[in-house]
């Protein structure tokens, strides 16, 4: 892998064409923030405004501690030439245009430290709690271990391995190359070398009808469910979906995005809905060698602090086996897989409403059927071995 690419992976993602895993309306370009007011100052040091001279606002303009309102005129082609108007700044960078937009952002602000601070004072010793005053804060939790066997492990990555070349072998079969990148029901690409695969021992909406080594992943053993249930704030989360994402060596880095939108604009909610990961091979930090764990940038998940910021983000690389919750509005993408093997990942997607689905991301009625799947073609030693019988 060349330096350049390494390097690439390191700068802020910014938006490729097409509409990658979530569609359009939910991927975003971001930069990396910092100083807000330190940046906005020096860049109109050098370029002139087109309403004139800001000037740093002194007092009189209602202003949230900790961040920055700037006090502007408007140029003399606007319709109100002259007419002062206000832009504030949030601690992170954000921009608001209205004081009624910021005045959204710090009720959001002072909601998810009201959560934080009810979670962490509840968790004490009991590690479940810990788990869920983290994912309040970060809007990520990373389990402790592996809570699977690793012979099911390495079960469920076969099965996974040997669905995926059934799928190619079908596409080949049927001449249908060119309709692999529009995608299949059970079969998409969510990217160059990524792949997501709904096989039919992963049934969508149903847990309990699992079969083989997934049904391991999901019984009452898990410790995640509890954690996820405390998150969700119910006693039965409700599956939408489960499949696998299966990054192929080569795939390069995905566009930074969140999975789905907040439910409600004018106010910071707890999470309607949960992401677990739990990695089919031990994950591998990014470096030379690295398979591409997921990036997280923490605290993405909170109403008007979804920007990436690189200080924010973490890649946890937990042995397979090891589940990783994280809220579904949390900003995440996928690294690019230096090394020579796949990474498969079991993804399963739970919400606290009943009968509520995600159609932009989980809806296989827009995708062609692939059919019946084309066997594997007998060995040589099989075939003599059906003869002599």
Same mark, same amino acid.
């Given at each position: 892998?060349?330096?350049?690419?390494?390097?690439? +992976?390191?700068?802020?993602?910014?938006?490729?064409?097409?509409?990658?895993?979530?569609?359009?309306?939910? +991927?975003?370009? /971001?930069?990396?923030?910092?100083?807000?007011? $330190?940046?906005?100052?020096?860049?109109?040091? =050098?370029?002139?405004? &087109? !309403?004139?001279?800001?000037?740093?606002?002194?007092?009189?303009?209602?202003?949230?501690?900790?961040?920055?309102?700037?006090?502007?005129? *408007?140029?003399?082609?606007?319709?109100?030439?002259?007419?002062?108007?206000?832009?504030?700044?949030?601690?992170?960078?954000?921009?608001?245009?209205?004081? *009624? $937009?910021?005045?959204?952002?710090?009720?959001?602000? *002072?909601? @998810?430290?009201?959560?934080?601070?009810?979670? $962490?004072?509840?968790?004490?010793?009991?590690? &479940?709690?810990?788990?869920?005053?983290?994912?309040? @804060?970060?809007?990520?939790?990373?389990?402790?271990?592996?809570?699977?066997?690793? %012979?099911?492990? +390495?079960?469920?990555?076969?099965?996974?391995?040997?669905?995926? %070349?059934?799928?190619?072998?079908?596409?080949?079969?049927?001449?249908?190359?060119?309709?692999?990148?529009?995608g299949f029901d059970v079969c998409r690409e969510r990217g160059r070398g990524r792949f997501d695969l709904n096989p039919p021992c992963l049934p969508q909406r149903d847990e309990a009808k699992f079969e083989g080594p997934f049904?391991?992943?999901?019984?009452?053993?898990?410790?995640?469910?509890?954690?996820?249930?405390?998150?969700?704030?119910?006693?039965?989360? %409700?599956?939408?979906?489960?499949?696998?994402?299966?990054?192929?060596?080569?795939?390069?880095?995905?566009?930074?995005? =969140?999975?789905? &939108?907040?439910?409600?604009?004018?106010?910071?909610?707890?999470?309607?809905? &949960?992401?677990? /990961?739990?990695p089919l091979v031990d994950l591998i930090p990014p470096g030379s060698a690295s398979n591409g764990p997921t990036e997280f940038c923490k605290g993405t998940h909170v109403l008007g602090r979804d920007a990436w910021v690189k200080e924010r983000c973490v890649n946890p690389a937990p042995r397979m086996?090891?589940?990783?919750?994280?809220?579904?509005?949390? !900003?995440?993408?996928?690294?690019?897989?230096?090394?020579? %093997?796949?990474?498969?990942?079991?993804?399963? =997607?739970?919400?606290?409403?009943?009968?509520?689905?995600?159609?932009?991301?989980?809806?296989?009625?827009?995708?062609?059927?692939?059919?019946?799947?084309?066997?594997?073609?007998?060995?040589?030693?099989?075939?003599?071995?059906?003869?002599?019988?």
């Open positions: 892998m060349s330096k350049r690419r390494s390097e690439d +992976e390191n700068a802020a993602p910014a938006k490729r064409g097409g509409a990658g895993y979530i569609g359009r309306r939910k +991927e975003h370009r /971001f930069e990396d923030v910092g100083d807000a007011k $330190a940046r906005l100052l020096d860049s109109l040091s =050098t370029k002139a405004h &087109v !309403g004139g001279a800001p000037t740093v606002d002194d007092g009189r303009v209602w202003c949230p501690d900790g961040w920055t309102v700037m006090t502007l005129r *408007r140029g003399k082609n606007d319709r109100s030439a002259g007419q002062a108007y206000h832009q504030w700044y949030a601690p992170d960078g954000a921009k608001f245009r209205s004081r *009624r $937009a910021a005045e959204r952002r710090v009720a959001a602000d *002072r909601e @998810r430290d009201r959560l934080i601070a009810a979670a $962490a004072e509840g968790a004490g010793d009991d590690p &479940v709690a810990a788990h869920a005053a983290a994912f309040e @804060r970060d809007g990520l939790a990373v389990m402790d271990a592996p809570y699977v066997r690793e %012979e099911t492990v +390495e079960a469920a990555r076969d099965a996974a391995f040997e669905f995926y %070349e059934a799928v190619l072998r079908t596409v080949q079969a049927r001449g249908l190359h060119h309709e692999l990148q529009a049904a391991d992943f999901v019984d009452g053993a898990a410790d995640w469910k509890p954690v996820l249930r405390k998150i969700l704030g119910t006693d039965k989360p %409700e599956l939408i979906a489960a499949g696998v994402f299966l990054s192929m060596p080569g795939a390069e880095a995905q566009n930074y995005h =969140t999975d789905g &939108v907040h439910l409600n604009l004018r106010n910071h909610a707890p999470p309607h809905a &949960v992401n677990v /990961f739990v086996g090891t589940a990783i919750l994280f809220d579904y509005r949390l !900003g995440h993408r996928g690294m690019g897989n230096k090394s020579d %093997e796949p990474r498969p990942t079991l993804y399963l =997607t739970y919400t606290n409403k009943p009968g509520w689905t995600d159609k932009d991301n989980f809806s296989r009625a827009r995708f062609k059927k692939l059919g019946e799947l084309v066997g594997a073609k007998p060995s040589r030693a099989e075939r003599a071995a059906a003869r002599r019988g």
